[in-house]
Nanobody, 123 residues
Framework: QVQLVESGGGLVQPGGSLTLSCAASGRTRSINSMGWYRQVPGKERELVATITTGGITNYADSMKGRFTISRDNAKNTVYLQMNSLKPEDTGVYYC?????????????????WGEGTRVTVSS
């Protein structure tokens, strides 16, 4: 089991910045990657960014240049630094963790989701 605690959401003016944090606990030895997804009003949940244990990152095109994902493996925590925020960034941001466990001959994989933290970009 992996438990996720998200923080950092809130209200910010357009052009402002926020940093989201997601701390994992439980069977953290099995964590392979961590990341963020979001759901904005009227749209389905979409990828924001992910990062592997080895530091490989993946960003959605609309987030490139504005958002930065990072990870502290020792603390089992992933961060999302969001700059130049726009009203269309408003939504609920969900932490996502992928785990792998078992012997090499039979690897089991599982996804874990946080409850979400709300980001509101408005004047």
């Amino acid at each position: 089991q992996v438990q996720l605690v998200e923080s950092g959401g809130g209200l910010v003016q357009p052009g402002g910045s926020l940093t989201l944090s997601c701390a994992a606990s439980g069977r953290t030895r099995s964590i392979n990657s961590m990341g963020w997804y979001r759901q904005v009003p009227g749209k389905e949940r979409e990828l924001v960014a992910t990062i592997t244990t080895g530091g490989i990152t993946n960003y959605a095109d609309s987030m490139k240049g504005r958002f930065t994902i990072s990870r502290d493996n020792a603390k089992n925590t992933v961060y999302l630094q969001m700059n130049s925020l726009k009203p269309e960034d408003t939504g609920v941001y969900y932490c996502n963790v992928k785990t792998e466990w078992g012997p090499v001959e039979k690897v089991y994989r599982m996804e874990h989701w946080g409850e979400g933290t709300r980001v509101t970009v408005s004047s």
